[in-house]
């Protein structure tokens, strides 16, 4: 099976599809804290950059703890799927 432009263009979608659903649970929360803090701050009128930086880190590092595994699961399946059909691609 030769490389042909519609299917290097359907891996690079796939590839893409696969980035998005990846960095979305972590962009995903970190939004959230950020509206969270942003409602705080327009409420009390605290104004303070270093408020906003700390409940994001911690929304990150809640994201990769509970979707983690999910997510390494994800991009090896797509690697092992990419490199199985390597051979292939070379006749």
Avoid: C
């Avoid at 701050?41 to 703890?65: C, D, M």
């Amino acid at each position: 099976m030769p490389v042909t432009p519609d299917y290097a263009l359907s891996l690079s979608q796939e590839a893409l599809k696969i980035a998005l659903m990846v960095g979305a649970p972590i962009l995903g929360l970190g939004l959230v804290a950020g509206l969270i803090v942003a409602m705080f701050q327009a409420t009390t009128q605290i104004n303070e950059a270093s408020l906003q930086f700390l409940p994001k880190v911690l929304a990150a590092l809640a994201g990769v703890a509970i979707f983690g595994p999910w997510m390494l699961r994800t991009l090896v399946d797509f690697t092992q799927r990419t490199f199985e059909l390597l051979p292939h691609l070379v006749k």
